[in-house]
T-cell receptor, first 115, second 114 residues
Framework: AQSVAQPEDQVNVAEGNPLTVKCTYS??????LFWYVQYPNRGLQFLLK??????LVKGSYGFEAEFNKSQTSFHLKKPSALVSDSALYFC?????????????FGAGTRLFVKA | DTGVSQDPRHKITKRGQNVTFRCDPI?????LYWYRQTLGQGPEFLTY????????KSRLLSDRFSAERPKGSFSTLEIQRTEQGDSAMYLC????????????FGSGTRLTVV
């Protein structure tokens, strides 16, 4: 069965500092991995995805994520945080070897960027 | 195309009543998904469609829940005999057929059962 763990309920960083939001996953076979962001009173927005190839993937708003197969992790990163990055971030996984395309989401990590 | 639309945005209903939600996906997206999100949790998978075919249902989807996508375009999610535990945000998403595509989510329908 697929699962996603986001070990931190909240991450606090100062504006301008680098940020990391952690995610580990469990899936049979090779994973497709995703990050989504949810701003208050808004729907989830797709940020980036890992399918295959380069372990470092780049996405929207300057975010990137690093895939580590041995650690089954897919941490979200940004070199310099903005106050406007404050939101709820969800990691998600989908098994690539099934036809179902069902995506499983983590519980979310709230990012708070302080000015 | 204005993205994924969900209607209504909010629904307050009395326990025991039936409710129906509608989702209009992006027109060229063949796949449509329903998720449920409660406060402090990530979205939980409910069901998904490829065109008009419902291909997978979660065990979370009890007999009181039914979803349809009759012409492969819009979809409806009906909850019969609502219970207070059904109170949640119901999210609809759509995607292209390729398995590696991210989803486009609607803004959701917030259901409150009183």
């Amino acid at each position: 069965a697929q699962s996603v763990a986001q070990p931190e309920d909240q991450v606090n960083v100062a504006e301008g500092n680098p940020l990391t939001v952690k995610c580990t996953y469990s899936v049979s076979g090779n994973p497709y991995l995703f990050w989504y962001v949810q701003y208050p009173n808004r729907g989830l927005q797709f940020l980036l995805k890992y399918i295959t190839g380069d372990n470092l993937v780049k996405g929207s708003y300057g975010f990137e994520a690093e895939f580590n197969k041995s650690q089954t992790s897919f941490h979200l990163k940004k070199p310099s945080a903005l106050v406007s990055d404050s939101a709820l971030y969800f990691c998600a996984v989908r098994a690539s070897n099934t036809g179902g395309f069902k995506t499983i989401f983590g519980a979310g990590t709230r990012l708070f960027v302080k000015a | 195309d204005t993205g994924v639309s969900q209607d209504p945005r909010h629904k307050i209903t009395k326990r025991g009543q039936n409710v129906t939600f509608r989702c209009d996906p992006i027109s060229e997206h063949n796949r449509l998904y329903w998720y449920r999100q409660t406060l402090g949790q990530g979205p939980e998978f409910l069901t998904y469609f490829q065109n008009e075919a419902q291909l997978e249902k979660s065990r979370l989807l009890s007999d009181r829940f039914s979803a349809e996508r009759p012409k492969g375009s819009f979809s409806t999610l009906e909850i019969q005999r609502t219970e207070q535990g059904d109170s949640a945000m119901y999210l609809c998403a759509s995607s292209l057929d390729q398995g590696w595509e991210g989803y486009t989510f609607g803004s959701g329908t917030r259901l409150t059962v009183v």
